[in-house]
């Protein structure tokens, strides 16, 4: 091919190369924009599922709190006894992103002769069957009333208190070192509480019939002695707080999902029935001790 009919040719190739490469950045802008629209969607879907993926985080139930922190009104209060209250078998707790279940159990709590907003604390826990003493403290931070408006079924307890209120406390116990697979327990604690006519500081059941109640939420970490392994642990009274929203399927009462039975909670599966009378409960065996003593 002669020069002059190479040059003709490069400039026909040319010149239908152009419109082609105005077709393929079209295309690609096409593609582009809608990968943009789709991650942006994908962001949005995953920010609001994100906000959704955890229940039983109000512990006041809707009750409004009155802001202000009234501590030093309440310093001649003991409230030991709140955490004190309620029997181990309706004591829920988690430990682990698995939900694996964690018994715990206050044996004693104490307040400070020195200092009216700590407390002293034994107890004990179990993941398991692994069974662990610990020590420890709670320290009440703030304390505030609430404007109560519901006062049990038709307010059959509308003349039995003069005050209701919440306190959030941080909490410090300290599992044995010399026993297997122990660590620290730390977090935040929310109690609700009342005063009764006497002004004696009372556990608040009031509103213990409604659905989603629960008390003495423990929320926060466990910490492994001696290393970075470190899990989510939260307890409460009646409901597990600040928990994964497939977990607890229970509306009137507390419930576990059947993806997690096998991390200890069958025996509420047992306890409620489900699914159908498809899991048979064993016939009664006698009664023996306690797991904590």
């Known amino acids: 091919m002669n020069p002059h009919s190479l040059l003709v040719s490069l400039s026909r190739a040319a010149s239908f190369a152009k419109p082609w490469a105005g077709i393929r950045k079209y295309f690609h802008s096409c593609i582009s924009m809608k990968h943009k629209i789709f991650i942006i969607l994908l962001l949005l879907s995953s920010i609001n599922l994100f906000s959704q993926t955890l229940c039983r985080t109000d ?40 939900n694996q279940r964690i018994l715990m159990k206050i044996l004693s709590a104490k307040k400070d002769n020195n200092n009216p907003f700590e407390y002293f604390i034994l107890g004990k826990s179990s993941v398991k069957g692994n069974i662990c003493d610990f020590t420890g403290k709670i320290t009440i931070q703030k304390i505030q009333k609430s404007e109560r408006t519901k006062f049990g079924i038709d307010d059959e307890f509308n003349n039995h208190s003069t005050t209701h209120g919440l306190l959030i406390a941080k909490y410090e116990f300290f599992e044995s070192k010399d026993q297997k697979h122990s660590g620290t327990f730390t977090g935040e604690l929310k109690t609700k509480w009342f005063l009764d006519k006497n002004y004696q500081v009372k556990y608040d059941n009031i509103n213990a019939h409604s659905d989603g109640y629960f008390n003495n939420a423990f929320v926060g970490i466990w910490k492994m002695y001696n290393s970075n392994t470190e ?51 064993p016939k009664a065996s006698k009664a023996g001790r306690a797991w904590w003593q």
Do not use: H, M
């Open 231 to 281: 899990k989510k642990c939260n307890w409460g009274d009646y409901r597990v707080p600040n928990i994964d929203c497939d977990f607890d399927i229970g509306v009137g009462e507390f419930n576990v999902s059947e993806k997690y039975w096998n991390k200890g909670w069958l025996d509420i599966a047992l306890n409620n029935k489900i699914p159908n009378g498809a899991i048979v409960e």
């Open 59 to 98: 512990i006041l139930n809707g009750e409004k709190i009155i802001p202000e922190n009234q501590l030093i009104d309440f310093k001649e209060y003991d409230f030991s006894n709140l955490w004190l209250k309620t029997e181990n078998n309706s004591i829920y707790g988690v430990i682990g992103d698995d």
